[in-house]
Structures are given as structure tokens and as C-alpha cells.
Nanobody, 115 residues
């Protein structure tokens, strides 16, 4: 059973930065795509950023230019660097990995942007 373990989120002031990381329990698996999604209270889960095994990235318009996703294929980890954070970035962030069309999810980590 594949497990995705996320780093802790936290509380950050508007304009601040935060880095999230996610590690897969099985480092030898070559996931087709890994990424991050988020869900704010009362809203549906939405894509934040994804990165394929071929290094193709996809970002939500709301985070373009502020967030950067990167991947360490050897360790099967991904990192989401979040800069210029806004209150509307407040959400539970979920790590996601896809292997042969099967999706796996982390447990989620809370990110709160507030002064």
C-alpha cells in the first residue's frame, strides 16, 4: 500500500513563504504524476500544481508566479514552495500521486495565511 507523508503546514502572515514536502513510502515506484491539491472550508478540492515524470508542470492560475513545484525522482518526493502567500491560500493541502491511473492521497496538512 502506497503512503504519502506530508510535512506540516502552519500559520504564516500574508506575503510570507512556506514550503511543503511530500514523500512516498515506496521510493522505487515511478509515479506518472505527483502534485498538490487544496480544499478550503466550504469549497471543493482544487488543483494547485502537478508535475509529471516527464517534467511537465501545471499550475492553477491563482498560484502561477507564486508557487513552484519540484520533484526528486530518486527519492519520490515533491516539494511545493509557496511565496507571496495570500489569505485566500488558506486551505488543507493534499499531496497526490498517480500510478497507472490509480490516485493516492496524503492525509492533508493545514496552511493558514493570516495576520
Amino acid at each position: 500500500q502506497v503512503q504519502l507523508v506530508e510535512s506540516e503546514g502552519g500559520l504564516v502572515q500574508p506575503g510570507g513563504s512556506l514550503r511543503l514536502s511530500c514523500a512516498a513510502s515506496e521510493s522505487r515506484l515511478n509515479f506518472d504524476r505527483m502534485g498538490w491539491y487544496r480544499q478550503a472550508p466550504g469549497k471543493q478540492r482544487e488543483l494547485v500544481a502537478t508535475l509529471t515524470s516527464g517534467e511537465t508542470t501545471n499550475y492553477a492560475n491563482a498560484v502561477k508566479g507564486r508557487f513552484t513545484i519540484s520533484r526528486d525522482n530518486a527519492k519520490n518526493t515533491i516539494t511545493l514552495q509557496m511565496n507571496s502567500l495570500k489569505p485566500e491560500d488558506t486551505a488543507v493541502y493534499y499531496c497526490n500521486a498517480v500510478l497507472y491511473i490509480v490516485p493516492y492521497w496524503g492525509q492533508g496538512t493545514q496552511v493558514t495565511v493570516s495576520s
